[in-house]
């Protein structure tokens, strides 16, 4: 039976039907989670699509088993994201035939034995990136890694340490795309490594290490020893009761060092790990394959080698009647059933899962490769299938903790507010528990369970000591799931929640945007003017849930406020100093400290600062952390980021070595790798192709793709080739090629000869620009600065600025613009997007 598509205008007006007016939940709902086969055709018209597919598919999973739920009873718990949220691969991926792609959000890779060897580093590189091509986030740790200047037994004669691996790994995610998505990666190290400066330091060099999250591991002997003023011993192999390489270190030096970084550029975050060990009961089967050795790129999952998870969210704001009412409650009972619930259909994905990577080994199996080729990435398939199957690990987190605290009348960061969160929290681990000890009943507990092995886990005697009938039960009839709770970002799906993301406080619960008018227009509405002279209507966004209390308070959310009246509204309701820059840093740690006793893997969250807050700030938070029991704490000083990727000169009070001057290539290579950049203006299909030296931009053709004079290019495509070649009459040609599904290299002839004359030669000029290094930020003001009078042309120069925005570094200030939205020059560029630090607004393309 042939499915149904549906034109991009008409899924985008079905699903803001859907989101009630929200074009951001609807733009973002069918870029990311409609299901799309690989030529863009689009087969689901809105949410309520997606969530029958889900419904429908985890029916057919808990038909397997007793008491299985019906898909009437799934939609309804999925239904307008209420209830239970499936996150990210889950959503994308449940019931979609499309794709051949994991549902699991998150893997961490290794090896064993001696793993300091190049082909344990090597196969390390590959495996990142068979799993980054399956949507897969990944994480791996550096410390089995010889230190610099270790003897090796090849030509290089001694090691050349973490700081070139990290680069390798790093370039190998940033070439691989997920549908629009670039891959996700986290490196960690210990601080025992005698590397470990070397790799705190790394990221703190413009243009270094930019396609991976790194965070240092950190020991209790190290945080005293840093606290006291005393020595650290450094050693390698770290575990070894005989390292080869030994040193003596001042702890508190080092531990400077890191907290001057983390203010500075954000990074390195930090783990404390053997609070997560300690904590950790899959760590209680560490002999049996289970020792946590990396998280996943945000944090919120320590694993051991070739596990993987699995997220999904509970909406806590749906639990709260009455909401911003004096007769608002939060009901336990309702809440409860359905946290069992989350925790069923999280093991019911696992099934989904193991479904899908048999699929994956299937298509590795029938690839016209080698078996040589294809017997790594199948092996370690296998891996993944067997831990997944034999630990049945899931990830039930929550989001709308700070509008849940709001509804109820409580300000986020005050006593009150955190002593609530923590039962509610604690609740989430009962039931989830609770739940997974009845699946073990109905359907077996997980393969290597044993109750001797977790009888001194704090978590579990935690649980025990809450409900010591749970723990009888668990002795009894065991487990299905060796570790079940997170808290992870849930940055898109608080989008379609409309409510504020994971445990965080609300952004701004009103600000100001700005929409160009034609001041021409009679009925045009002009609030402000910029110095080019363009007008604009200001008018003013409100937090979903704060036009809930509007409306619970008797005010008229459609009403034009002045900006007194919005002041005095914000201060009588309960979002009043309770947003990211209102909650007291320090109570925010101690509150995530808290909450982590009841999350047996690990919470996701950044301390947001402003720009004026001084390294000791961060030493304290990081202390603190520690302190309070998180498991790892990353900070965000406004700023910091860019403040480092700007940086083109040393900074002698830092202490940061010189960057060194980009290297010019003037004749230009035969070859060059080239992105492929789609993007679409007036309804014209444009194309561009941008050739890569070393990773930049080196030279760009951009033109219409599908009219006469243009070029016909399969949807699928996005890397390939350019090909310089000279006639014997001196004459250039350009040509692209890219690789079919048979492998068979197909090329498109004449780059040069099919687009506009034009459009190649301002490309050639701009081409000129790029080749001789100048800055991407400040090509793109000058393509714009360009005075054309042709008005294809014009498209066309805002098709090289969208092609070349991709490729300018994450963090990096738009210098001298201003945000549309707000009006601060607060603007930063994030994924080729301009993100506005002030209101948070963003803008692409």
Same mark, same amino acid.
């Given at each position: ?116 060897? *190049? ?76 590397? !470990? ?54 702890? !508190? ?116 490769? *080698? ?40 300000? *986020? ?116 003017? +910029? ?7 200001? *008018? ?110 040393? +900074?002698?009070? +830092? ?191």
């Amino acid at each position: 039976m042939e499915k149904n598509t549906y034109s991009y205008e008409e899924a985008f007006e079905s699903s803001l039907q859907y989101f009630k007016g929200d074009e951001l939940a609807a733009r973002v709902w069918i870029n990311k989670y409609a299901v799309k086969d690989s030529f863009g055709n689009i087969y689901e018209k809105s949410p309520d699509d997606m969530h029958w597919r889900i419904a429908n598919e985890i029916a057919r999973v808990e038909a397997k088993y007793p008491n299985a739920l019906s898909s009437q009873e799934l939609f309804n718990l999925l239904d307008h994201f209420k209830y239970i949220v499936p996150q990210g691969s889950p959503m994308t991926g449940i019931g979609n035939n499309y794709q051949v792609a994991s549902l699991s959000n998150c893997f961490v890779i290794g090896v064993d034995g001696a793993a300091d060897s *190049y082909g344990a580093i090597i196969k390390i590189d590959e495996e990142q990136v068979q799993l980054m091509k399956r949507r897969g986030g990944v994480g791996h740790d550096l410390s089995h890694i010889r230190p610099k200047g270790s003897p090796v037994k090849n030509s290089a004669l001694t090691s050349t340490g973490i700081v070139p691996f990290m680069e390798r790994y790093s370039n190998s995610t940033r070439e691989v795309a997920q549908d629009g998505r670039r891959g996700a990666l986290m490196l960690s190290v210990s601080i025992k490594h005698p590397d !470990s400066e070397a790799f705190i330091d790394a990221k703190m060099t413009e243009g270094r290490v930019t396609g991976a999250n790194v965070s240092v591991k950190l020991d209790d002997d190290f945080m005293k020893a840093a606290s006291e003023g005393g020595i650290y011993k450094q050693q390698y192999p770290i575990d070894s009761e005989n390292p080869t390489t030994v040193k003596e270190i001042d702890a !508190s030096s080092l531990w400077k060092k890191i907290v001057h970084n983390a203010w500075k550029s954000a990074e390195p975050g930090v783990l404390f790990w053997d609070t997560i060990i300690k904590e950790s009961v899959p760590d209680c089967y560490a002999d049996l394959g289970y020792k946590t050795t990396s998280t996943n790129p945000c944090g919120e999952i320590p694993l051991c080698p070739y596990d993987s998870c699995r997220l999904l969210a509970i909406n806590l704001y749906s639990y709260v009647v009455n909401p911003f009412t004096k007769d608002a409650y939060f009901d336990f009972d309702l809440f409860k059933k359905h946290v069992a619930l989350a925790q069923r259909i999280m093991d019911d994905i696992i099934d989904l899962e193991l479904e899908k990577i048999e699929r994956i080994m299937e298509k590795i199996d029938s690839d016209p490769e *080698y078996e040589e080729v294809k017997h790594a990435e199948k092996l370690l398939w296998e891996k993944i299938y067997k831990k997944s199957g034999q630990g049945r690990r899931t990830g039930v987190g929550i989001t709308a903790e700070g509008d849940m605290l709001a509804a109820l009348g409580l300000i *986020y960061g005050t006593e009150e507010a955190t002593t609530f969160s923590e039962e509610v929290h604690k609740t989430i681990a009962i039931n989830a528990y609770s739940s997974s000890v009845q699946m073990a009943k109905e359907r077996g507990a997980f393969e290597i369970y044993d109750w001797e092995r977790e009888q001194n886990n704090p978590f579990i005697n935690r649980l025990k000591e809450a409900d010591p009938a749970l723990y009888e039960d668990m002795k009894k009839y065991g487990r299905r799931n060796i570790a079940c709770l997170t808290i992870a970002p849930t940055g898109t799906t608080s989008l379609m929640t409309q409510t504020t993301s994971g445990i965080e406080p609300v952004f701004l619960p009103v600000y100001k945007r700005r929409r160009k008018v034609n001041p021409n227009d009679a009925q045009s509405h002009v609030d402000f003017i +910029d110095e080019t002279g363009d007008a604009f209507e200001e *008018y003013i966004v409100f937090h979903h849930k704060f036009v809930d209390w509007m409306e619970a308070n008797g005010y008229n959310a459609a009403k034009r406020y002045t900006q007194e009246e919005i002041d005095e509204l914000v201060k009588q309701s309960p979002y009043y100093k309770a947003t990211s820059n209102d909650v007291d840093w320090l109570m925010k740690v101690k509150m995530q400290g808290r909450i982590q006793k009841w999350v047996d893997h690990s919470i996701s969250v950044t301390i947001n600062l402003p720009n004026d807050v001084d390294e000791e700030l961060v030493n304290r938070l990081y202390v603190e952390a520690w302190k309070s029991g998180c498991k790892g704490c990353t900070v965000y000083r406004d700023g910091s980021r860019s403040g480092v990727l700007l940086s083109t000169k040393s +900074d002698k009070k +830092d202490e940061l070595p010189p960057c060194q001057p980009p290297t010019v290539v003037e004749v230009r290579p035969k070859v060059l790798e080239a992105d492929v950049v789609r993007f679409q203006n007036n309804k014209e299909k444009w194309v561009a192709f941008v050739g890569l030296l070393e990773g930049r931009p080196y030279e760009i053709f951009t033109g219409l793709q599908d009219d006469e004079e243009g070029i016909l290019l399969p949807k699928t495509v996005t890397m390939g080739r350019i090909i310089k070649t000279v006639d014997e009459n001196g004459i250039k040609r350009y040509d692209f090629q890219f690789q079919n599904k048979r492998g068979y290299k197909t090329t498109i002839e004449g780059l040069n000869e099919k687009f506009n004359k034009e459009y190649w030669n301002y490309a050639k000029l701009i081409s000129g620009v790029l080749r001789y290094r100048m800055p991407i930020v400040q090509v793109i003001k000058l393509v714009g600065q360009l005075q054309l009078d042709n008005e294809s042309i014009n498209t066309w120069k805002n098709g090289v600025e969208r092609a070349l925005k991709k490729y300018i570094q994450d963090g990096t200030e738009a210098r001298g613009k201003k945000c549309p939205n707000c009006g601060n020059e607060t603007l930063i560029y994030q994924e080729g997007c301009l993100i506005c630090t002030s209101c948070g607004s963003s803008r692409c393309g």
